[in-house]
């Protein structure tokens, strides 16, 4: 899968996350945290985005792709595409 098709994704469902919540949603570029930049799109709601990714991708993601595990921050919209771009590449390599 593209780096694009997977942004756009991440894209679509952070969105729809802020609409089902009634929340605005600003601009979404590849600097935006969505954690912390994005009105009221917190933790949980990076657990939601995760779960449907998941779903939509059809791989499993085991950590939220929103945050840096090891040094707990919010990671950038790019980041998180690249984060996940890599748990599509090994779950492909091991159909």
């Not at 694009?4 to 979404?28: F, H, M, Y």
């Not at 939220?64 to 590449?89: E, K, S, T, Y």
Request: hydrophobic share 40%.
């Amino acid at each position: 899968m593209e780096r694009s098709d997977i942004r756009n994704l991440v894209v679509k469902v952070v969105e729809e996350i802020q609409t089902q919540s009634g929340r605005p949603c600003a601009a979404i570029d590849d600097n935006i945290r969505p954690i912390g930049d994005l009105d009221g799109f917190d933790s949980l709601n990076a657990e939601e985005a995760t779960s449907m990714l998941s779903e939509r991708l059809g791989v499993e993601i085991e950590e939220n792709p929103f945050v840096d595990g090891d040094n707990p921050r919010a990671l950038r919209l790019q980041q998180v595409v690249d984060r996940l771009h890599r748990i599509i590449a090994k779950a492909e390599v091991k159909k």
